[in-house]
């Protein structure tokens, strides 16, 4: 049995949420934060170099902490709540795009599914089908130029209604959350199990490529007047489809640097450009950040795919082995059996 999400499964969030990986926007930096004490002993040093200086600063910081930690105490309840007013009030204007068709998808990316699928290894043959940008980054056209534009049409109207937003963490302001306004189960779902399975299993049966199980999928949104970039983090996934849809733009490429806990600037990085209608395929612990546009908008579908049995081991966020808290939906894709 499948609930409305498309759930089989119960999923769990690692209870690290509601301590570890705290974006603090002004400093640009991730913190944990478990007691006042411990937070001073960890990060005054960095803070004061990063120019909070006076305890009039601190305090800011201690504050906006204890409301993001509010937040997210609260988030799946606010979460479950905007989903059911959105579904009781948004009337969709495109409402053909949150199921998904074949004829959605780019004829090279079904080329490149198949090829997979009448595969059990990888073989050479896969990466003449894709580019490979940087170290295990691949590039490769997924929708149809014409499916971004309705499925932006679709955004905007929803952006433009009344309904409730949540919005995808605290890095990214002005994004959607997919699965609030119905994509998971219908689109993103089949997306994920028919069409990128079958591409994972191949190139990432290292980092839970071929046990995907689970995603959090949302929309980010880069404009002059609201969010200009992203700063460098890993996601919350073991692989992440990252696609441009649109609008025009200039700039805003993606930077690759090293895997986990590898300081920006010890460290080659390289860029990566988007370009409207295509995907780069990513693991999820692989450091990245997006530049600033410099005109435009840019608007892109973010999937963080995720494998329980991977995750179930080591929580990527705390890195420890993690303590299960049940929620609804996919929650992080932790899970018990395995
Ligand atoms: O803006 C982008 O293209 C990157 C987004 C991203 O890395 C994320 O949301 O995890
Ligand atoms: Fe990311």
Same mark, same amino acid.
């Given at each position: 049995?499948t609930?409305?999400?498309?759930?089989?499964?119960q999923f769990?969030?690692c209870?690290?949420?509601?301590?570890?990986?705290?974006?603090?926007?002004?400093?640009?930096?991730?913190?944990?934060f478990?007691?006042?004490?411990?937070?001073?002993?960890?990060?005054?040093?960095?803070?004061?170099?990063?120019?909070?200086?006076t305890?009039?600063?601190?305090e800011d910081?201690l504050?906006k902490?204890?409301?993001e930690?509010?937040r997210?105490?609260?988030?799946?309840?606010?979460?479950?709540?905007?989903?059911?007013?959105?579904?009781?009030?948004?009337?969709?204007?495109?409402?053909?795009?949150?199921?998904?068709?074949e004829?959605?998808?780019a004829?090279?990316f079904k080329?490149?599914?198949?090829?997979?699928?009448?595969?059990?290894?990888?073989?050479e043959?896969?990466?003449?089908?894709?580019?490979?940008?940087?170290?295990?980054?691949?590039?490769?056209?997924? @929708?149809? *130029?014409?499916f971004?534009e309705e /499925?932006? !049409?679709?955004?905007? %109207?929803?952006?433009? =209604?009344?309904?409730?937003?949540?919005?995808?963490?605290?890095?990214?302001?002005?994004?959607?959350l997919?699965?609030?306004i119905? @994509?998971d *189960?219908?689109?993103?779902?089949p /997306?994920? !199990?028919?069409?990128l %399975?079958?591409?994972? =299993?191949?190139?990432?049966p290292?980092?839970?490529?071929?046990?995907?199980?689970?995603?959090?999928?949302?929309?980010v949104?880069?404009?002059?007047?609201?969010?200009?970039?992203?700063?460098?983090?890993?996601?919350?996934?073991?692989?992440?489809l990252?696609?441009?849809?649109?609008?025009d733009?200039?700039?805003?490429?993606?930077?690759?640097?090293?895997?986990?806990?590898?300081?920006l600037?010890?460290t080659?990085?390289?860029?990566?450009?988007h370009r409207?209608?295509e995907?780069?395929?990513?693991?999820?612990?692989?450091?990245?950040?997006?530049?600033?546009?410099?005109?435009?908008?840019?608007w892109n579908?973010?999937?963080w795919?995720?494998?329980?049995?991977?995750?179930?081991?080591l929580?990527?966020?705390?890195?420890?082995?993690?303590?299960?808290?049940?929620?609804?939906?996919?929650?992080?894709?932790?899970?018990?059996?395995?």
């Amino acid at each position: 049995m499948t609930n409305e999400e498309g759930e089989t499964s119960q999923f769990y969030i690692c209870d690290c949420f509601t301590t570890d990986n705290i974006f603090l926007n002004d400093y640009k930096l991730h913190v944990s934060f478990v007691t006042e004490q411990q937070f001073r002993l960890d990060y005054e040093t960095i803070l004061r170099r990063s120019g909070c200086v006076t305890e009039q600063q601190f305090e800011d910081v201690l504050n906006k902490i204890s409301q993001e930690v509010d937040r997210r105490k609260h988030l799946r309840e606010t979460s479950v709540q905007r989903a059911a007013t959105i579904k009781e009030q948004y009337q969709p204007l495109h409402p053909h795009v949150y199921n998904l068709q074949e004829s959605y998808l780019a004829p090279k990316f079904k080329e490149i599914v198949d090829y997979c699928r009448s595969r059990n290894t990888r073989e050479e043959g896969l990466l003449d089908l894709l580019v490979e940008e940087a170290a295990r980054v691949y590039r490769f056209p997924v @929708f149809e *130029k014409r499916f971004c534009e309705e /499925l932006l !049409e679709e955004l905007e %109207h929803f952006e433009q =209604s009344s309904a409730p937003k949540g919005r995808p963490n605290t890095m990214n302001r002005y994004g959607i959350l997919l699965n609030e306004i119905g @994509f998971d *189960k219908n689109f993103i779902t089949p /997306l994920r !199990e028919q069409y990128l %399975h079958p591409l994972t =299993s191949l190139l990432y049966p290292d980092c839970g490529g071929h046990c995907l199980d689970s995603h959090k999928a949302f929309v980010v949104k880069y404009d002059l007047n609201e969010d200009l970039d992203l700063s460098y983090h890993y996601d919350n996934a073991e692989v992440t489809l990252n696609v441009a849809l649109g609008k025009d733009f200039t700039e805003g490429n993606l930077y690759f640097g090293d895997m986990r806990q590898v300081p920006l600037g010890m460290t080659e990085c390289s860029e990566v450009e988007h370009r409207v209608s295509e995907g780069l395929l990513h693991r999820g612990q692989h450091m990245h950040g997006a530049l600033p546009i410099s005109s435009g908008q840019r608007w892109n579908l973010i999937i963080w795919m995720r494998a329980s049995q991977e995750r179930n081991k080591l929580c990527p966020m705390c890195n420890r082995k993690p303590t299960l808290v049940k929620e609804d939906g996919f929650a992080d894709g932790f899970t018990k059996s395995c």
